[in-house]
């Protein structure tokens, strides 16, 4: 089972490019998110998705768009990348959402680690 | 709003000490509560939870109690190894569609043989 798979796992990018971070997983969550960690402010949420063709914003979702045409795939985008943006990417999900249900396990991925020179 | 405080780190300890990593929280209504590891070069993993107060979660040999009174969900383990150096995280829950947990900074340790 390969749970949540994160590609690619190191990239270096010059101000101004852009590119993709791939996040898959094969459990059939509903639940996706992205966050980032940096060094002092713990992890924070870019954006979720709580099923296939619906997303919304975290706490922190500037410079940054995602799309969920699938239950397995929630890439995550950089259309011009920043020197503020590098950091270390991890794509989690969850199963089920529901109103009433409390949160659940997250599964994270192994992580990206994206430099912006 | 809700907010999680954790100790600071780095914590290092001599392989076989007690540990204890201090995290406290303030919330509205009754927030499960989660310690989150993260192996180097790993995403985080569920090390344990605890879903109302003076539920004890444990896994791997650390333990964890709900303290509504005092409002702390302090991790334990009461002889640790060197394969416990890790980066240990607190994080609060809440209910809702968007699974937003609330983390704690982190608490890097390192264990020495």
Redesign the interface.
């Known amino acids: 089972n390969a749970g949540?798979t994160q590609t690619p796992k190191f990239q270096v990018l010059k101000t101004g490019q852009s590119m993709t971070l791939q996040c898959a997983q094969d459990m059939n969550h509903e639940?996706m998110?992205w966050y980032r960690q940096d060094p002092?402010?713990?992890?924070r949420?870019i954006h979720?998705s709580?099923g296939a063709g619906i997303t919304?914003q975290?706490e922190v979702p500037n410079g940054y768009n995602v799309s969920r045409s699938t239950t397995e795939d929630f890439p995550l985008r950089l259309l011009s990348a920043a020197p503020s943006q590098t950091s270390v990417y991890?794509c989690?999900s969850?199963p089920g959402?529901?109103?009433?249900?409390?949160?659940?396990?997250?599964?994270?991925?192994?992580?990206t680690q994206l430099s912006v020179l | 709003g809700n907010s999680v405080t954790q100790m600071e780190g780095p914590v290092t300890l001599s392989e076989e000490a007690f540990l204890t990593i201090n995290c406290t929280y303030t919330a509205t209504g009754y927030?499960?509560l989660?310690w989150?590891v993260q192996y180097p070069?790993?995403?985080?993993?569920?090390l344990l939870?605890a879903?109302k107060a003076d539920d004890k979660g444990s896994n791997k040999g650390f333990e964890a109690t709900y303290r509504k009174e005092t409002t702390s969900f302090h991790l334990e383990k009461g002889s640790v190894q060197v394969s416990d150096s890790a980066v240990y995280?607190c994080a609060l829950?809440?209910?809702?569609?968007?699974?937003?947990?609330i983390?704690?900074?982190?608490t890097s340790l390192a264990v020495n043989p």
């Open positions: 949540v639940y998110s002092g402010m713990g992890l949420l979720y709580v919304d975290g991890f989690a969850s959402t529901g109103t009433k249900r409390t949160n659940e396990k997250l599964f994270f991925g192994s992580g | 927030p499960s989660f989150y070069g790993e995403g985080l993993q569920l939870k879903t995280f829950g809440g209910a809702g569609n968007n699974r937003k947990l983390w704690g900074l982190g």
